[in-house]
């Protein structure tokens, strides 16, 4: 049993999180994506996470980028 979202609901909750509407999430809609998850992770390993799902290193994390980390966290 796992509480990771399907790839459909990760994209609602992603679409949902990126204000900008520019298919990428800065930090602070990554935070909010994870509180919407309903995932209690602290700044710094929102921080953590964030870097490390950012696969091309361009300060954002696109869906698939966002997907990846979220299937790794599953
Ligand atoms: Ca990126």
Same mark, same amino acid.
């Given at each position: 049993?796992?509480?990771?979202?399907?790839?459909?609901?990760?994209?609602?909750? +992603?679409?949902? #999180? %990126?204000?900008?509407? /520019?298919?990428?999430?800065?930090?602070? !809609? *990554?935070?909010? @994506?994870? $509180?919407?998850?309903?995932?209690?992770?602290?700044?710094?390993?929102?921080?953590?996470? +964030?870097?490390? #799902? %950012?696969?091309?290193? /361009?300060?954002?994390?696109?869906?698939? !980028? *966002?997907?990846? @980390?979220? $299937?790794?966290?599953?």
């Amino acid at each position: 049993m796992t509480t990771t979202p399907a790839g459909d609901d990760l994209h609602i909750v +992603f679409t949902r #999180a %990126d204000l900008g509407g /520019d298919q990428r999430l800065d930090l602070m !809609e *990554f935070t909010l @994506v994870l $509180e919407d998850l309903g995932l209690s992770w602290t700044r710094s390993e929102t921080q953590d996470r +964030f870097e490390k #799902a %950012d696969a091309n290193l /361009d300060g954002f994390i696109s869906f698939e !980028e *966002f997907r990846a @980390v979220m $299937e790794a966290q599953g």
